[in-house]
């Protein structure tokens, strides 16, 4: 991960090396019934390019109940809110986890992103990805 500055959202790199126009995702501990403010340092940003890894597992999850309102959510919005539950996320991490890779650095960059999402499940009902598409 990216060294984390204060107040800053920490972000997760793989390949991107652009420069720093935040394009891509943000994703964040969900709490459904709970008004917790999320710190920043608590967030993840990955870039669209990176997100293209990880993109498939969550397009196979859709559609989904939104769990705050209960609305089905036909696809994943990569230019909204993605609310996703502890219960979907487990079945996620999973198939990632799973995941056959030939690259070293893509198996890291996975088990990182898999390791920040099962670190913040602990407390969390889920994790919400928002998109800036």
Known sequence: MAKKSKRTI??????YQGP???VGFVLSPLYIEESV???KEDMLFIYNEDFDYIRPALDRAFPLTDPRTGE???AFDPCWENPITKVVWVGLLS???QQV???PELRNFL???IAW???HLQLADGIEVTGNL
């Open 10 to 15: 920490p972000a997760l790199m793989y390949q």
């Open 20 to 22: 720093q126009r935040n």
């Open 37 to 39: 403010e999320v710190e």
């Open 72 to 74: 089905e959510m036909k």
């Open 95 to 97: 198939e990632l986890d």
């Open 101 to 103: 890779v030939a690259e």
């Open 111 to 113: 088990n990182q992103f």
């Open 117 to 119: 999402v099962r670190n």
